[in-house]
Structure formats: structure tokens, C-alpha cells
């Protein structure tokens, strides 16, 4: 049907390319379906590699990481969803900056990966948990370093890619921490308005 | 293989023993419209999960899988929540055209689905121009579709029906050719005969092999125009006019559009099968006695059943692969291409039976 | 009365009614759905007398030709007022006088022909074969030459076409 060609070599041309396509999705009509089956199949479910689920900060066994409470994270996120809370501490007779808290907010994060990118440390990554559904707003805000925890004295010699915890172990984990985190932070909102408006004053 | 006839004769004659020659006729027409409105509505049911299932695996999806086992229960669903909808009263149309045009398109649907050959001695309509009557009744769909346009009083269903009425009205020139061209090799018109040669002498695809698959491409293709289905949808192009035509039906009268388009689907399927696949005839290989006897065993539903769900699957496969076209372009894929393409298909034909060369 | 004569009277009161609703109602579009309805009894009239083959006919070129005609045509050029304008006086008495005269016409022709009982005698779809229809239409015998005087009609095909392309702005 292009005007650039005859008739005929049109004609043929169009069920040539008819052909073609009549063959790719009879193709199509017998490779398997990638279709996952949530509900069913949550045991078995693996996310893809680069799925972004929420922001995590992975621990080692000794319960430390790597965070250095730099806060470029916090000034890189563009809808402000992190928030590093930390403190100066005098160690071997130097100043050092250390981590108290790092919030982040799950509700307003965006997953855009910046912070991600920006950390000098790979200290925080994302992990493959989607299942974050909860019924009240203000536990979508996480503490992701674990509590009694500090940072690693020495790098770690190899950084964890990317973490693939199996979707049990997340989902088992992200089900745990909730109650405790929503016990830990629900005070934590009001001291910081508190301490904000301290500030402010 | 089993002659059907033998029921209803038997029918009629029980009849006939109980209640006066009329009274036995009125009855039997009752008898026969129920069976044909329970199969048109069981066989649309049948259709809409099937098209579901397929669209889904063509693009690689599973299609309806949680109302009941593999989503079997999807469309009953659908069904009734159609039926329990409201049909809304619009202002300022014309509410009498407004309701009248589906059962226009209804109609039309059933009136072709009655003359399907089911079974040897299964038909219902049977005249003398079988096909002519199909090609006949089947244009009055046009006026439903495009009163339901007028009748609506606003401008998508208006243009939807305006591109279906020039759409259906160029294709049923397609249709109308190929039609002719297998009269042309089978030599008359009625049904039951047409499929009673074909039992006899070997499928039409085959007994009429180069021109016979021309026309059987060509009408695939006019086909699924006529039936308003991808990729010529453009009357109810939901991207550009919501739902066309049936923008403003709401309730079982959009269910009767919706019936209508899967059943037309049908029906062209079952004539396609009729005309070129040998309707309820078993496939017979000259020589191979024992194969012909195992053929004739199925019985002659299953044949035709099963051939118009093959040529159901090349519809629907059809249009699952190729993008929308434009109206431009269906318009001179009709006159520039197909048509004539039919014509000398026809001459070819013609050519073919004087000259005795089919098979 | 038997099933024929039920029919025939359903028939008849569909047509007749639908001819009068057609030249009463003031909506164009309603006025091409009844005689829709005509055209559609006259068929079922031909198919109750068993030529299936004018039936459908009737069927294919008034009712699915003609009439989608007329509605594309009302489509395409309708307008704000697509009702009928009002009627004069004088306008009414000459309707009125020349459908007086074209009833008594037709009334006096259909009384003097006992159409009724011929029409009614013997329904069947044997009176007229496809068969014998085709070798009538290409015969060259008396009522024959069908072909060659639908074929002159073509030429009127070619004069909208002509004009059409003479019309066209290009």
C-alpha cells in the first residue's frame, strides 16, 4: 500500500510481511507464558535482579555496616524520603561523626536510585521485598541500621553486588521488623518535631 | 453417518398424531427458535473465553484464570453482571431508534446463524439460495449499527458507524465475490447440497485448489472486516472513539452489540467452513478405505464444529497479529486490492470448471 | 384458516401499518426505519409465497441496499431542523386528493384481478429454481436477455463515476 511501489511488488510485498508476522505470534502462541501467579506462587517467587523493592542497609554477622553518616544519600534523594540522624563522638582523642538513626521514609521514596549511586561506601542498597503494604502510613517510615549496631571499622573486601535475599527471607524479615519498628518509631515523629521546633526556636 | 432427519421426523409425526397440521408447524418454529437463541447464547459464551484464552497466549499471557477452573466461570460472570446492569435512559435521543437498533443487529446475526448446516439433516434454514440468503439478511446488520449511531445523538457513535457502514458495505463486495466463485465450482446454492457434494466428492478447498485458496484467503480477510474485528475495528477504535457505535448502550443492550459481534464471528467461521471445508462432511482420502471409515465414525457436529473452530482460531489469529489500519487504507485494500483480486479469481474459477480442471 | 392466512394477515398489518407510520412521522430518520419495515414485509410476502429468490432479493437491495442509502445520506447531510417543515392548506388537500385517487386505482386493479386467491394457492420453493432463473437471465429467447440490459446499466455507474472525477477539486 506505499505509494513508492508498484502494485504488484506492494502486493507482494504486504503478504510477504504478513507472513512474517502471522509466524512471530504463532511463535508466541506456544512459548511459555511469563505470567507469575502471585498469590500462588509467593514461596517460589523471585524478583528480577535489578527490581528496586525498598532501601536496606545490609549488616554484617557482627551486626555492623558501612554507613559513615555522610548524609550525601539524604542530600542527593529528591523527595527528601531519607533522613540521617547523627551525632559527634569523640574517638582516640579525633572527632568523628557517627550514625544514630537512618530513617527512610518508604512511603515517599520514589525509587530512583540516587542515593544508591551517590554512596561513597555502597553502604545502603535496595533489596527485592514488594510486599510492603501496611495499614497505617507512619510505619512506612524504617530505621534501616539495626539497633546496637556500628560501623565497620575497615571496608568490608567485598561489596554485595547486589543483595538477593530469597523473597521468604525479606518478606520474613520485613514482617518481623515491622511491629518492632512501628513500636521503636512511633514516639521517634514527635521527638523530632520536637527537637525541630527547638531549632526553629 | 447419522441423518438428523430421522428425529425431526419422528418429531413431526408425534406431532402431527396430537394437534392439527398448523398447530404442529407453530410449535415446531417455537421449538426451533428456543434452540437456536440457547445456542447462540451458549456458543457466544463459548467464543468471548475463547478469544479471551487465545488473545492472552498470543501475547504471551494467561488470560482469565481465577473464576473458576482456568477461568471457565469468567464469562458466566460477565454474563450476569450484564444482565443485572442498568439500560440508560438518555435525553434528547431518540429512544425509540435508539432501542431498536440492537435488536437490528441481533437479528440479523440469528437469521444467518439458522442457516448453518449443523449435522446431515440438521439445518434449519434450508432454501434453494441458501448462501444469497446469508449474504441478504446479513446487510441488515448495517441499518442496526447505524440507527444505534444516529440514535445516540453524539459524535463517536456517529463516526463509528459511519466508518462501519462503509467498511461492512466494501467488504460484502469481497465476500459476495468469493461466495460466487465456490458457487461457481459447486453449482448451486443451497447449503444442504453444497455440503452433500462435498461429502461425495472431496472438500472444495481441495477440489478447487489454486482459486479455491484464493478466495479462502480473501475471504479471511473480508471476513473479519465484516464482523467489525481487528485489524479493521476501527468502528469501535477504542482509542480514538471509546467503543464506536455502542458508546452510549448501556446494560443487555450493549450485551446484545458485544453477542452479535462474537456470534458474527461465528457465523462467518461457519460459512467459511461450510463453503470451502465441506460443513459436516468427514474428510476422505481417495483409496484408504480404512482411514474413510474412522473419518465417518465422528460424527457430523464434531466435523463441522470442529472446522469452524479452526477457522474461528484463523480469525482470531489474524487478528491478535496485525496492527489497526486506517480508514484510508481499508478502503483501498477493499477497491484496489481485494476486489479486484476476487474478480479475476472468479474469471480463473470460471476457467477451471469449463475447462473440468478440478479434482 | 390455516397458517398461511396467519401469517399473510401478520404480514399485511406490518406493512400496512409501517406505510402509514412512514409518510405520518415527522422524524426523517424514523420515516427510513418504517419503510425499513415495509420493505422487509414485502419480503416476507414473497418468502410466504415461496420465491425465496425475489426475497431475498427484496431483502438484499431495498432493505440492506436502499435504505442504508438513505440513512448515510441523512447522516451525512443532516442538519439542526431534520423534521418535516409544516404543512399549508392547500398543500393538504392536493396530498389528500391525489392519495384518494391512487387508493381507488389501486383498490378498483386489485378487486377486478383476484390477486388474493392466486397468490395463496400453492406456496412452494420449486415454483422458480436458481437454476431456471440463471438460464432466463442469459437466454436469448422471449424473456430472455436479462444480461445484456443489466449490463447497460453499468453505464450509469460510469456517469457518477465520470462525474464524480470531473467534480472533484484536484
Redesign the interface.
Known amino acids: 500500500m506505499y505509494q513508492d511501489k508498484s502494485y504488484f511488488s506492494g502486493l507482494f510485498c504486504g503478504i510477504k510481511s504478513i507472513c512474517i508476522g502471522l509466524k512471530t505470534t504463532m511463535r508466541e502462541f506456544f512459548t511459555p507464558k511469563i505470567t507469575e501467579q502471585y498469590p500462588e506462587n509467593r514461596k517460589e517467587l523471585k524478583m528480577f535482579d535489578r527490581f528496586r523493592g525498598s532501601l536496606t542497609m545490609p549488616h554484617n554477622e557482627k551486626n555492623e555496616h558501612k554507613c559513615v553518616a555522610c548524609g550525601i544519600c539524604q542530600m542527593q534523594c529528591p523527595n527528601d524520603s531519607i533522613n540521617v540522624v547523627s551525632e559527634m563522638v569523640e574517638v582516640d582523642g579525633k572527632k568523628k561523626k557517627q550514625l544514630v538513626r537512618y530513617e527512610y521514609n518508604l512511603g515517599s521514596c520514589m525509587f530512583c536510585m540516587l542515593c544508591v549511586n551517590a554512596c561513597p561506601h555502597d553502604a545502603i542498597t535496595f533489596d527485592q521485598s514488594f510486599e510492603n503494604a501496611v495499614f497505617d502510613r507512619s510505619k512506612l517510615i524504617k530505621q534501616l541500621n539495626k539497633p546496637g549496631s556500628k560501623v565497620a571499622e575497615k571496608p568490608m573486601p567485598a561489596r554485595p553486588a547486589v543483595a538477593k535475599p530469597a523473597a521468604k527471607d525479606a518478606e520474613a524479615s520485613v514482617a518481623q521488623a515491622a511491629p518492632d519498628q512501628a513500636k521503636a518509631e512511633k514516639p521517634q515523629p514527635a521527638t523530632d518535631e520536637a527537637t525541630e521546633a527547638k531549632a526553629e526556636n | 453417518m447419522f441423518d438428523f432427519s430421522v428425529i425431526s421426523q419422528w418429531l413431526h409425526n408425534l406431532l402431527l398424531s396430537i394437534v392439527p397440521?398448523?398447530a404442529a408447524?407453530?410449535i415446531e418454529s417455537v421449538l426451533v427458535a428456543l434452540v437456536i437463541i440457547t445456542l447462540y447464547a451458549v456458543f457466544a459464551i463459548v467464543l468471548i473465553y475463547m478469544e479471551r484464552k487465545i488473545c492472552g497466549f498470543f501475547q504471551c499471557r494467561l488470560g482469565p484464570n481465577r473464576v473458576g477452573k482456568w477461568g471457565l466461570l469468567q464469562v458466566f460472570a460477565d454474563v450476569f453482571k450484564m444482565l443485572q446492569k442498568e439500560i440508560i435512559k438518555m435525553r434528547q435521543t431518540?429512544r425509540?431508534?435508539h432501542d431498536?437498533a440492537p435488536f437490528f443487529v441481533v437479528t440479523a446475526s440469528m437469521l444467518t446463524f439458522a442457516c448453518l448446516p449443523w449435522n446431515k439433516g440438521a439445518h434449519m434454514i434450508d432454501?434453494?439460495?441458501g448462501i444469497?440468503?446469508i449474504?441478504?439478511?446479513s446487510?441488515?446488520g448495517?441499518?442496526g449499527i447505524?440507527?444505534a449511531?444516529?440514535?445516540s445523538n453524539s459524535k463517536y457513535p456517529?463516526i463509528g458507524?459511519?466508518r462501519s457502514?462503509a467498511q461492512i458495505?466494501s467488504y460484502e463486495l469481497s465476500i459476495g465475490l468469493t461466495m460466487l466463485t465456490m458457487i461457481c465450482l459447486t453449482g448451486?446454492?443451497q447449503i444442504s447440497e453444497i455440503v452433500e457434494q462435498q461429502a461425495a466428492e472431496g472438500w472444495n478447498i481441495f477440489r478447487g485448489h489454486v482459486p479455491a485458496l484464493i478466495a479462502f484467503v480473501i475471504y479471511l480477510i473480508a471476513g473479519n472486516a465484516e464482523c467489525n474485528r481487528g485489524p479493521f475495528d476501527l468502528p469501535e477504535a477504542e482509542s480514538e472513539l471509546t467503543a464506536g457505535y455502542h458508546t452510549e448502550y448501556s446494560g443487555m443492550h450493549f450485551g446484545y452489540f458485544y453477542l452479535a459481534e462474537y456470534l458474527n464471528l461465528f457465523i462467518a467461521a461457519g460459512i467459511a467452513s461450510t463453503i470451502f471445508l465441506g460443513g459436516w462432511a468427514p474428510l476422505h482420502i481417495a483409496g484408504l478405505d480404512g482411514f474413510n471409515g474412522v473419518m465417518d465414525a465422528i460424527p457430523g457436529i464434531v466435523w463441522f464444529l470442529g472446522k469452524t473452530f479452526f477457522v474461528v482460531f484463523l480469525f482470531m489469529w489474524e487478528r491478535w497479529t496485525l496492527p489497526r489500519l486506517r480508514i484510508d487504507n481499508i478502503l483501498s485494500l477493499e477497491w484496489k486490492y481485494l476486489m479486484p483480486i476476487s474478480m479475476a479469481n472468479l474469471v480463473l474459477m470460471a476457467l477451471v470448471v469449463a475447462f473440468k480442471l478440478y479434482l | 384458516m390455516?397458517?398461511q392466512n396467519?401469517m399473510f394477515i401478520v404480514l399485511a398489518v406490518v406493512i400496512t401499518l409501517s406505510s402509514v407510520l412512514t409518510v405520518v412521522t415527522r422524524?426523517i430518520?424514523?420515516a427510513a426505519?418504517y419503510l425499513?419495515f415495509t420493505l422487509?414485509g414485502t419480503a416476507g410476502l414473497y418468502f410466504l409465497m415461496g420465491y425465496?429468490?425475489l426475497g431475498?432479493?427484496q431483502?438484499?437491495v431495498y432493505?440492506?441496499?436502499i435504505?442504508?442509502l438513505y440513512?448515510?445520506a441523512?447522516?451525512?447531510t443532516r442538519g439542526t431542523k431534520d423534521s418535516l417543515s409544516e404543512n399549508t392548506k392547500s398543500k393538504i388537500i392536493l396530498s389528500a386528493v391525489l392519495s384518494l385517487v391512487g387508493f381507488g386505482l389501486a383498490a378498483y386493479l386489485i378487486f377486478i384481478q383476484q390477486f388474493k386467491a392466486e397468490v395463496l394457492a400453492a406456496p412452494n420453493?420449486?415454483v422458480l429454481?436458481?437454476q431456471q432463473i440463471g438460464t432466463n437471465m442469459l437466454s436469448t429467447d422471449q424473456g430472455g436477455y436479462l444480461l445484456p440490459f443489466e449490463a447497460v446499466s453499468v453505464l450509469l455507474l460510469a456517469c457518477i463515476v465520470a462525474g464524480l472525477m470531473i467534480a472533484r477539486k484536484r
Open positions: 397440521e398448523w408447524i407453530l431518540d425509540f431508534l431498536l432454501f434453494n439460495i444469497f440468503f449474504l441478504a439478511v446487510s441488515v448495517v441499518v447505524l440507527l449511531g444516529w440514535g456517529l458507524a459511519m457502514g458495505i448451486t446454492m | 390455516d397458517s396467519i422524524s430518520m424514523r426505519t425499513f422487509l425465496t429468490f431475498a432479493v431483502v438484499m432493505a440492506g441496499g435504505i442504508v440513512v448515510f441523512i447522516l451525512l420453493e420449486s429454481t436458481m
